[in-house]
């Protein structure tokens, strides 16, 4: 099993739709948790951090779920803008810093 | 702040050659690593460091060489280059060695081994 698992997508979606990608992760001991975006042929970039008790950012809503070990990302009212690939990140909290990234969810979003 | 850059932007190689991939950073951040992306994986931990003068070795270390001499550079050397070790690379850095600091990343380096 992988470390962190993703849907690849791609996701299409008409400008407006709401669309929401899960991830899974392996190490129940991971502490940290995190979406990033990363635009084509671009460097990843911070979405937005995973808390506990679930966070929102405007459009973009993200959910913990300890128990069953998936964390979420929600995107209302999805723009042209969003078209990108969306990494799942978690921090394995081993010896070292041990980022794991996902493959990525790909969402295109269409007029 | 430029924040991570990273040089050059491409390089082709051929095999058996070597290269250094530059990283710097003007952040003053502790901690940097860099990473390899490569077709339907997700990015891969070369190597880190946490500060100037220690480095450590990631998930996939063979082959490549890092040195930590100062806080704002993390160069990344190839030893002797070899067709595998083409992907795309980047640079990445952050605040402290904790996980909830936001890690920013340099533009990427796109290498080609023939």
């Known amino acids: 099993r992988k470390e962190v698992e993703q849907d690849p997508g791609p996701f299409n979606v008409p400008e407006g739709a709401t669309v929401a990608f899960n991830c899974t992760y392996s190490n129940s001991a991971s502490q940290s948790f995190f979406w990033y975006r990363q635009d084509c042929r671009k460097e990843p970039k911070l979405l937005m951090s995973?808390?506990?008790s679930g966070n929102e950012d405007g459009r973009f809503t993200a959910q913990l779920n300890r128990a069953s070990q998936y964390i979420s990302l929600l995107i209302r009212d999805s723009k042209l803008s969003d078209s990108a690939t969306y990494l799942c990140v978690v921090n394995m909290n081993t010896g070292f810093q041990k980022l794991v990234f996902g493959t990525g969810t790909r969402l295109l979003v269409s007029p | 702040n430029a924040g991570v850059t990273q040089t050059p932007k491409f390089q082709v190689l051929k095999t058996g050659q070597s290269m250094t991939l530059q990283c710097a950073q003007d952040m003053n951040h502790e901690y940097m690593s860099w990473y390899r992306q490569d077709p339907g994986m997700g990015l891969r931990l070369i190597h880190y460091?946490?500060?100037?003068?220690?480095?450590d070795q990631g998930e996939v270390p063979n082959g490549y060489n890092v040195s930590r001499s100062t806080t704002e550079d993390f160069p990344l050397r190839l030893l002797s280059a070899a067709p595998s070790q083409t992907s795309v690379y980047f640079c990445?850095?952050?605040?402290?060695?904790?996980?909830?600091?936001?890690?920013?990343f340099g533009p990427g380096t796109r290498l080609t081994v023939l």
């Open positions: 990445a850095s952050k605040r402290t060695s904790g996980g909830t600091d936001t890690q920013y």
């Open positions: 995973v808390y506990s």
């Open positions: 460091s946490v500060g100037a003068g220690i480095t």
